[in-house]
Structure formats: structure tokens, C-alpha cells
């Protein structure tokens, strides 16, 4: 969409400070690590910046690509993650992989399908349309909608992985907490139910949209 460049960059640097700060408060990092993490995103932005195209084409067209994302992704998740203790980081690390794989997998199978789910290049960028009472009707439903598919994903998904889990690698179920926290269990639980959420985000919701009239 087409917006004021302040606009954007006011609304970028509240969406920063808010994150920012949450993590002081709610004492997950100091402020050291936060500043740390601040230039760590920059210079990641800084290096991806020029090749996201390139690595956007591979993911869409590349016939493999879901085999090497899932495979790269797991691989990140399996080999990070050597610390005897828990830690919510872990989870959290594994949580964002999984989600990455997901959207990534979601945006092949709409290409490889010829699933136009994007307005076309030639009418970017887009302007801001007049607020209706029928834009905003339809704005909520999708939301609704969306939230309702990707919250019932991740309970699906929850509901299947852990007992699974457990089973698999002959941890006890009588505390669920407990077994969530050991690593061979919260791995693949957070990993495959996130992803499923990530590719029901790019795939399955937007699908829905278009079967029911609210692309």
C-alpha cells in the first residue's frame, strides 16, 4: 500500500519500543541484550536485504524446496539447542523455525498450484481505500475467520504432537508441563505445530477466503 513515509516509519519505530520494552518488563533480557538484538536485526537486514528476491524465487520455484527449507529448518532447530537445562528460548527458537518453514512451504504450494492469491505486479502499489462500513465488516470477518482456522490448527496440531512425542521417546504423560520441557519433546511439538499453523497462514486461510467470496 501506498502511505506517508512518516507514517510508516512512526508506526515502525512504536511497533519496535513496544517489543523492546515488553522484554525488560516482563525481565526475559536486559537492556544490554536488547540493544544487542536491535543491531543483530540490522545487520541481518543490512545482508539480506539485496539477495530476498533471489532467495524468494528459489523457495517459489525451485522443485525441492520445501525438502531443503523443512531439512535447513530442523537441522537449525536440532543442532542449536544444547543446553542440559530448559529454557524458553528453545521453544521459542524452534516455534519461529517451524513458522518460517511453514509460511515458506504455504507460498511454494500456492505457486506450484498457479493460486493468485497476490493483486498483480502492474497494480502495486496499492492506495488506501476510503473506510466503509462494508471494508470494515469484511476486514472483521476475515480476521475472525482467520484467527478461529489458526487457533483450531494449533490445538489440533498441539493435541496430536505431544502424546506422539512422549510416546516415541518413552517420556511419561502424567505431567504434561514437565514432558514439554524436555527437549525430544518440545522440539517436534513446537516445530511441526507451528509449522502446520504457518502453512495453514499462507495456504489454507487464504484458500478459504477465496472459496467463500472474502479474497
Known amino acids: 500500500y501506498q502511505y506517508p513515509l512518516m507514517f510508516g516509519l512512526i508506526l515502525a519505530f512504536c511497533w519496535c519500543s513496544l517489543v523492546c520494552c515488553s522484554r525488560i518488563y516482563m525481565g526475559m533480557h536486559s537492556v544490554l541484550d536488547v540493544i544487542a538484538g536491535f543491531l543483530y536485526a540490522i545487520l541481518i537486514l543490512a545482508v539480506f536485504h539485496p539477495v530476498v528476491d533471489l532467495i524468494d524465487n528459489f523457495n517459489l520455484t525451485y522443485k525441492y524446496a520445501p525438502l531443503i527449507i523443512i531439512s535447513l529448518h530442523l537441522a537449525l532447530g536440532i543442532f542449536s539447542f ?7 528460548s528453545r521453544g521459542d527458537t524452534a516455534q519461529i523455525l517451524g ?7 504455504g507460498s511454494h504450494l500456492n505457486y506450484a498450484l498457479g493460486l493468485q492469491l497476490d493483486p498483480p505486479a502492474h497494480t502495486l502499489p496499492l492506495s488506501l481505500s476510503s473506510l466503509s462500513v462494508a471494508v470494515f465488516g469484511k476486514a472483521i470477518l476475515r480476521l475472525l475467520i482467520g484467527v478461529v482456522v489458526l487457533l483450531l490448527t494449533r490445538v489440533a496440531m498441539k493435541r496430536a504432537t505431544i502424546p506422539l512425542a512422549c510416546r516415541i521417546f518413552r517420556v511419561p504423560q502424567g505431567d504434561v508441563r514437565r514432558a514439554r520441557q524436555r527437549m525430544e519433546v518440545e522440539l ?20 478459504l477466503f477465496h472459496f467463500i467470496g472474502l479474497s
Do not use: E, K, N, Q
Open 82 to 88: 544444547t543446553l542440559d537445562t530448559w529454557s524458553t
Open 188 to 207: 517436534p511439538y513446537r516445530y511441526i505445530t507451528y509449522g502446520m499453523v504457518g502453512f495453514a497462514l499462507m495456504f489454507v486461510v487464504p484458500c
Open 99 to 105: 513458522c518460517g518453514a511453514g509460511v515458506a512451504c
